[in-house]
């Protein structure tokens, strides 16, 4: 197996190498894979003109699993659209196919104070949100703004198929079934046809899991209810919009946007790898950055996409290790803590 190794900008190369560290370590121990590292975003900006280069799009599509740090930073905010790191981003998602993000939000207890939630609405909390990546209001039909009747009038159009919303519909199933067999999905049926869509095709996507609890939400009262009693929760699946508002506030709920991982999957659990949180450039080369979101991404690539079930729990293990040792980066640090960088 073959794993693209995209550090990115900020701090990216910093989180990349002790995750990499990780690997290195599954590999001492007989895991076979080998690395392939590559240019994404703002670096290869810098090196190539292009924030998604053609031999990364080569490295990208020949790899099994792509590991990702962060892209983006102030110096490129100046670039036209089609040249910042972010689009990058956007092109290998939909290279890739990308149309499965899976992110789990969990709070570790040795962190519960971190949360914005009191302790026992959130202690224990995990919950894996998957949203769909690839379609829904961001990609669909006629958008832009027009001078219509002597104004400005800005549109977009919400879209889904119900092929594309049949098979996030199956990835979540799958997974509610190595969970707690519980699934709610979330959309605004009252007011969009698109969403009633999704609705009618989720429900009949559930008859081929008897096993799983299908529950529906409205996305107005699921945003309330994240806050109110977020442990209600075990899987959810959304749209792309609903997910990428849902799936935020639900990282909130435990309090450490250094904790938190994230993966892309495509049809074949190819997927991209990385954590939740952005390139961080205010910390960047300062021994500072949480290299865990990171490490917790390759676990998750070790599950989804190796089938490495072992090796993951492995990595979570230390993980929890290591937070029950009280070692802390300061995104997480409290008083008391053995403090350290990014490399210890
Ligand atoms: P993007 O637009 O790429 O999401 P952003 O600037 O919105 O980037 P982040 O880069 O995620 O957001 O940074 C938000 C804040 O969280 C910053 O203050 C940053 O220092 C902090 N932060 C992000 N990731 C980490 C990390 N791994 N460790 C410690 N602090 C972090
Ligand atoms: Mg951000």
Redo the contacts with the bound molecule.
């Keep these: 197996m073959k794993i693209a190794v995209l550090a990115g900008d900020?701090?990216g190369p910093e989180?990349i190498a002790q995750a990499v560290r990780v690997l290195t370590v599954l590999q001492r121990d007989g895991l076979k894979f080998e690395l392939e590292p590559g240019l994404l975003g703002g670096c290869a900006v810098d090196a190539t003109g292009e924030p998604f280069p053609e031999v990364t799009r080569k490295l990208v599509t020949e790899a099994d699993a792509v590991l990702l740090g962060?892209?983006?930073g102030p110096r490129y905010d100046m670039l036209p659209r089609q040249q910042r790191p972010?689009q990058g981003l956007l092109s290998i998602r939909k290279t890739l196919g990308l149309f499965a993000n899976l992110r789990p939000a969990i709070l570790y207890p040795e962190l519960a104070g971190a949360s914005t939630l009191k302790p026992e609405v959130v202690s224990g909390l995990d919950i894996m949100i998957v949203r769909e990546l690839t379609g829904d209001i961001y990609f669909g039909g006629p958008r832009g703004i027009e001078q219509r009747d002597g104004q400005r009038v800005g549109f977009n159009t919400m879209i889904y198929s119900e092929a594309e919303i049949r098979r996030i519909a199956h990835v979540a199933f799958q997974i509610a079934r190595k969970r707690s067999h519980k699934l709610c999905s979330v959309d605004k049926m009252n007011v969009l046809e698109c969403t009633q869509l999704w609705r009618d095709v989720v429900t009949e996507t559930s008859k081929e899991y008897p096993d799983v609890i299908l529950s529906h939400m409205l996305v107005d009262n699921a945003a309330m209810q994240l806050i109110r009693d977020p442990k209600q929760f075990d899987v959810i699946v959304t749209g792309n919009m609903f997910g990428d508002i849902l799936s935020d506030e639900a990282s909130m709920l435990t309090g450490s946007?250094?904790m938190l991982p994230s993966a892309s999957l495509d049809e074949n659990n190819k997927g991209l790898y990385e954590?939740i949180?952005?390139?961080?450039?205010?910390?960047a080369d300062k021994n500072?950055?949480?290299?865990l979101?990171?490490i917790l991404s390759v676990a998750m690539m070790l599950r989804y996409t190796f089938n490495q079930e072992d090796s993951a729990q492995r990595i979570e293990n230390s993980v929890k290790k290591v937070l029950s040792q009280n070692y802390r980066?300061?995104?997480i640090g409290s008083s008391g803590m053995n403090m350290v960088g990014t490399v210890e």
């Design positions: 900020g701090i989180i962060a892209v983006g972010e946007i250094g954590p949180h952005g390139s961080a450039p205010d910390i500072m950055a949480n290299p979101a990171t980066t300061s995104d």
